[in-house]
């Protein structure tokens, strides 16, 4: 089983980025997928998450109307598109996938600063 982030880099404030998470080793299709992230000295937060279809999206209110999270099933793929970005985005972001196991990746950095 893996999950492998990429897309994370140094972005200025207002910039965009687009992180990928590509799965491999079980039935993606079947999993609710998530990004997470962790700031330094801080808790891993949630930051948005879809359903297995890609029907049903929620959102952490702190990224509403910035972030859009969305999937490709047959690519066995979730994206986090990210716009607008502010210096407290700064993290490292994390892809989860859960169902009936939780699977997590190694995290990708972003780093926002002028």
């Known amino acids: 089983v893996q999950l492998v982030e990429s897309g994370g880099e140094l972005v200025q404030p207002g910039g965009s980025l687009r992180l990928s998470c590509t799965a491999s080793?079980?039935?993606?299709?079947?999993?609710?997928m998530s990004w997470y992230r962790q700031a330094a000295g801080k808790e891993r937060e949630l930051v948005a998450r879809?359903?297995?279809?890609?029907?049903?999206?929620d959102y952490a209110d702190f990224v509403k109307g910035r972030f859009t999270i969305s999937r490709d099933n047959a690519k066995n793929t979730v994206y986090l598109q990210m716009n607008s970005l502010k210096p407290e985005d700064t993290a490292q972001y994390f892809c989860?996938?859960?169902?009936?196991?939780?699977?997590w990746g190694q995290g990708t950095q972003v780093t926002v600063s002028s």
């Open positions: 080793g079980f039935t993606f299709s079947r999993y609710v």
């Open positions: 879809i359903s297995s279809n890609g029907g049903s999206t």
């Open positions: 989860n996938a859960r169902w009936v196991f939780d699977y």
